[in-house]
């Protein structure tokens, strides 16, 4: 099973950057789909970004589209999302999760939906200020 834990959230101001890091333990995150979601106080759990198992699968949230960029470190075992340009709207505690899929069958908006993920972190939260 494998374990993971999210690191790199902070308070910026807008416009700033961050890097969200997913750290896995326990097996190998590269036959695992990766999926970044946020939650405000209040609301849903939402979608951000995703990463399949196949080669450039990859999907994001409309809104964040051109400003964050899902990746994959499969030498340290890592998933990382660097936010550019944030937005206050972009606050929220951010949570990574993971489903095992060595057959690649996820991808696209499935990528988002938090049921396809069976195991998830404990979060890292961002808040951005203006």
């Known amino acids: 099973q494998v374990q993971l834990l999210e690191s790199g959230g902070g308070l910026v101001q807008a416009g700033g950057s961050l890097r969200l890091a997913c750290v896995a333990s326990?097996?190998?995150?590269?036959?695992?789909?990766v999926g970044w979601f946020r939650q405000v106080q209040g609301k849903e759990r939402e979608g951000v970004s995703g990463?399949?198992?196949?080669?450039?699968?990859?999907y994001y949230l409309a809104s964040v589209r051109g400003r964050f960029t899902i990746s994959r470190d499969s030498a340290q075992n890592i998933v990382s999302m660097e936010m550019n340009s944030l937005k206050f709207q972009d606050t929220g505690v951010y949570y990574c999760?993971?489903?095992?899929?060595?057959?690649?069958?996820?991808?696209?908006?499935?990528?988002?939906?938090?049921?396809?993920?069976?195991?998830w972190g404990q979060g890292t939260r961002v808040t951005v200020v203006s």
């Open positions: 999760a993971a489903k095992q899929d060595p057959w690649q069958r996820a991808a696209g908006i499935t990528l988002l939906e938090p049921t396809l993920y069976s195991t």
């Open positions: 326990g097996r190998t995150l590269d036959f695992y789909a």
């Open positions: 990463i399949g198992t196949g080669a450039h699968v990859w």
